[in-house]
């Protein structure tokens, strides 16, 4: 399955440190998403990316594409306690409705 | 407010019982989808449903079923329930139009005994 696979598997920074971790994925993609789950609940959608865009911005976060490498990268600036939780990325070929998701990355931030 | 709403949140079987787990989606979406998530597996797909009564296998089916009867309900089903079927199960709904993010339930966490 077109799943993506997160790396780091794990992150501990400090409050107001920057958190930067990856997603690699094996076939061409018509976009991707990234999520963030706090501890016991549901997904939530943070940012999508179209495979025709090198980088996008939402608030803390900024996400980068880079098709040729089949790899993304979510940086979260100046992290807050708020941000402790597991981050997934979805690459989506949005031609079988497909959506996978990896083991995910855990960012821990310490006051 | 859209919203995927799974039926509980928590739950406790015993083994060899039929188990149902409902979700309902309010954005007339087409697509739903079920995962189970277990630590350090992450989300692994079951199931997943593009429109009413379509299904199609995920990553992991074995051992479960699904019901798309209607557009807003998609059920989980395990026929005879095992212990390795404990896990906390989410279900999601997005829609159709290409760029679309997926919409998640709260989770239901099941304890198979």
């Known amino acids: 399955s077109q799943q993506g696979e997160e790396d780091p598997q794990a992150l501990s920074i400090q409050e107001g440190e920057n958190a930067t971790m990856n997603c690699s994925y094996k076939?061409?993609?018509?976009?991707l998403q990234w999520y963030r789950q706090n501890s016991g609940r549901g997904l939530v959608h943070l940012i999508l990316?179209?495979?025709?865009?090198r980088e996008k911005h939402s608030g803390r976060l900024r996400v980068t594409l880079d098709t040729s490498k089949k790899s993304s990268s979510l940086l979260i600036t100046a992290s807050r306690a708020a941000d402790t939780a597991s981050y997934f990325c979805?690459?989506?070929?949005?031609?079988?409705?497909?959506?996978?998701f990896g083991a995910g990355t855990t960012v821990t931030v310490r006051a | 407010d859209v919203k995927v709403t799974q039926s509980s949140r928590y739950l406790v079987k015993r083994t060899g019982e039929k188990v149902f787990l409902e979700c309902v989606q309010d954005?007339?979406?087409?697509?739903m989808f079920w995962y189970r998530q277990d630590p350090g597996l992450g989300l692994r797909l079951i199931y997943f449903?593009?429109?009413?009564?379509?299904?199609e296998k995920g990553d992991i089916p074995e051992g479960y079923s699904v019901s798309r009867e209607k557009k807003e309900r998609f059920s989980l089903i395990l026929e005879s329930a095992s212990t390795n079927q404990t896990s906390m199960y989410l279900c999601?709904?997005?829609?159709?139009?290409?760029?679309?993010?997926?919409?998640f339930g709260q989770g239901t966490r099941l304890t198979v005994v």
């Open positions: 999601a709904s997005s829609g159709h139009r290409l760029n679309t993010e997926a919409f």
């Open positions: 076939t061409s993609i018509n976009n």
């Open positions: 990316i179209r495979s025709n865009e």
């Open positions: 979805a690459p989506d070929r949005s031609n079988d409705y497909k959506l996978s």
């Open positions: 954005m007339d979406h087409e697509n």
């Open positions: 449903s593009y429109d009413v009564k379509m299904k």
